[in-house]
């Protein structure tokens, strides 16, 4: 086995080197205030808002996931999370401007702008917690184990558990100094990094002469790998890895048409959410907000998966017997198996930037979870802007060293923790949405929608034989249903909360209306229902941008060249859409 070189530890090295001056750099601007520290004082610009998106999403554990799903069912394996674009593109044209509009902290401070009284309170400090602290320690506790296993593999002559924590204390020190500005920028060239490494790799890859050798990826693997598309059966169960992959059309259905809107999940939230409105509500100004979230739904779709899908597949050539199991493990084996000396330190060096522009941003978001929507609400509200920076440099350093108890001592233990997740936020994804939209939603609401999902989840895994994917209709049912009732059994919220947040977004649409007509004086949007139409042509552009880019690496100009027509034409109309409506004067 080739050990790493100078070159290799030199590339890692500067890396390192540079990402801590970066947060050194922005050490004295994330000081002077929560604003600064956590949102950058709203002033980014929607490129790097939008990459910090991007980024984030692109953890160490994403490419390896993303390869598994081509070993395993070829490219069209990858509809269990392309389904989400049209969520995304829902966040851009209806919720982005919104979001930054509101002129809040976090997306939790939003609960008491839209609701009133106790429930809103306990709502918003139970959620502080319990996905500032606990959901974010997972997150991060999975992402360190993807890293745990890149380095056993690709670095054994390092001590991997030794190695992630040096590599957390780091990432801390970085993030809790420099607050998001610092965050946003390692977070651009991270992604830089991340992805120049990936397209080296898998250029490489398809050169590989046991590629060659077999007649490339298209004579070596059969026709089916390279279908976009997955078949759809009428029914029965899912067809994998014994020819096409094939789905039950209900499984399909599930997935494309309830999933997207209805289930709660880290970075794909419907409406935006968690760090995503955190980047949304730094931005510039509306415009950038929107053009951030539009740049990272083409980008997480339709730029970033290509170089692993390739991977994914060169692997099957060069990796025929690895079990299912460790499919995912076949990315790192090709980067172990063809990059040379130099390469191979510029390769961990992209996956520690997808790893630690992940971690940062969780690091940051979860702070001001806790330290705005619950420290500084029920604890300190009093205290002055230098003590809740300092406050919340401490709590950057105990969430880090939470997330490290929950990655040793927790996460072996938990299985299927991704569709769990799913499952257990199935229909809270409609209060999410309709909050913004439907003025008789109240706190409780929200509340039902969280628990009622648990619920229904129980009797269906200790109850039924009813499994994932299938278990999202009955889940959504149940919840939009409880949901529904205890709204209509509860008070609604008190009406000047609600004519205060109608002055602050003006949000507009029918279901405010016994609002609107109290406050004519208030402007608000208008074209309501013409946004789906830009929320069509956004979802058209990236399916095109995405096929097209797939039909170009696999040899097939012509098909490739009417996509990526297409995805210009749907562009174009965007853009007009938005100069016809003034969104590019937006402040």
Same mark, same amino acid.
């Given at each position: ?110 609960? $008491? ?43 054994? $002559? ?127 100004? $509306? ?40 499919? $995912? ?259």
């Amino acid at each position: 086995m080739e050990q790493f070189t100078v070159l290799d530890y030199a590339f890692i090295a500067g890396y390192l080197i540079l990402t801590l001056a970066i947060g050194l750099m922005f050490s004295s601007r994330a000081s002077e205030n929560v604003g600064e520290f956590f949102l950058s004082g709203r002033k980014l610009p929607w490129w790097l808002a939008g990459t910090g998106m991007v980024a984030t999403t692109f953890a160490a554990d994403t490419p390896l996931a993303v390869a598994g799903f081509v070993a395993k069912n070829g490219i069209a394996g990858n509809w269990v999370w392309w389904t989400f674009v049209s969520g995304g593109m829902l966040t851009v044209f209806f919720f982005a401007r919104l979001w930054r509009r509101a002129n809040i902290m976090t997306d939790l401070e939003f609960i $008491e702008l839209r609701y009133s009284g106790k429930a809103a309170a306990f709502l918003r400090g139970f959620k502080a917690l319990y996905f500032g602290l606990f959901i974010n320690a997972v997150i991060i506790g999975w992402v360190n184990l993807a890293m745990f296993k890149i380095i056993r593999i690709m670095m054994p $002559e390092l001590n991997p558990e030794l190695t992630i924590v040096v590599l957390v204390i780091l990432t801390t020190v970085y993030s809790g100094l420099s607050g998001l500005w610092g965050v946003s920028v390692t977070d651009a060239i991270q992604f830089l990094i991340a992805m120049t490494g990936c397209i080296i790799l898998a250029v490489l890859a398809m050169q590989h002469p046991s590629v060659a050798a077999a007649g490339g990826l298209r004579g070596a693997l059969p026709a089916w790998m390279f279908d976009f598309f997955p078949s759809i059966s009428p029914s029965g169960s899912s067809t994998v890895g014994q020819g096409a992959f094939a789905l039950p059309f209900a499984s399909f259905a599930a997935m494309a048409f309830v999933q997207w809107w209805a289930s709660w999940y880290p970075g794909a939230e419907p409406g935006g959410g968690g760090y995503i409105a955190q980047r949304m509500m730094s931005a510039k100004d $509306e415009k950038h907000s929107l053009l951030a979230t539009l740049w990272f739904t083409i980008a997480h779709y339709a730029v970033r998966p290509w170089p692993w899908i390739v991977v994914g597949l060169v692997s099957l050539v060069m990796f025929p017997d690895l079990p299912a199991a460790e499919k $995912e493990d076949g990315f790192v084996h090709v980067m172990k198996a063809i990059l040379p000396p130099g390469l191979k330190g510029l390769l961990v060096a992209a996956f520690l930037a997808a790893y630690m522009s992940t971690l940062s941003t969780h690091l940051n978001w979860g702070t001001s979870y806790l330290i705005n929507d619950f420290y500084k609400r029920f604890i300190r509200p009093e205290a002055d802007a230098k003590h809740y920076v300092r406050a919340s440099k401490a709590v950057t350093v105990l969430t880090a060293i939470f997330a490290l108890y929950i990655t040793f001592f927790v996460l072996e233990t938990i299985t299927g923790a991704w569709e769990f997740i799913i499952q257990c936020g199935a229909g809270t994804g409609f209060v999410l949405i309709m909050r913004w939209f439907w003025w008789r939603l109240n706190a409780w609401s929200e509340i039902t929608s969280m628990v009622a999902p648990f619920a229904a989840y129980s009797w269906l895994h200790f109850m039924t034989g009813i499994t994932f994917p299938l278990s999202i209709f009955i889940i959504v049912l149940f919840t939009i249903t409880a949901t529904l009732l205890v709204t209509f059994l509860t008070p609604p919220t008190e009406e000047e909360t609600l004519r205060s947040f109608y002055r602050t977004t003006r949000v507009g649409g029918v279901f405010w209306k016994k609002i609107s007509d109290t406050m004519p004086e208030v402007e608000s949007d208008k074209g309501f229902l013409l946004l789906f139409a830009d929320w069509f042509l956004g979802i058209v552009l990236v399916y095109s941008a995405l096929f097209g880019t797939g039909k170009l690496i696999f040899g097939e100009p012509l098909p490739a060249a009417l996509y990526f027509l297409a995805a210009a034409v749907s562009g174009w109309l965007i853009y007009s859409d938005m100069n016809r409506r003034g969104w590019n004067n937006l402040q």
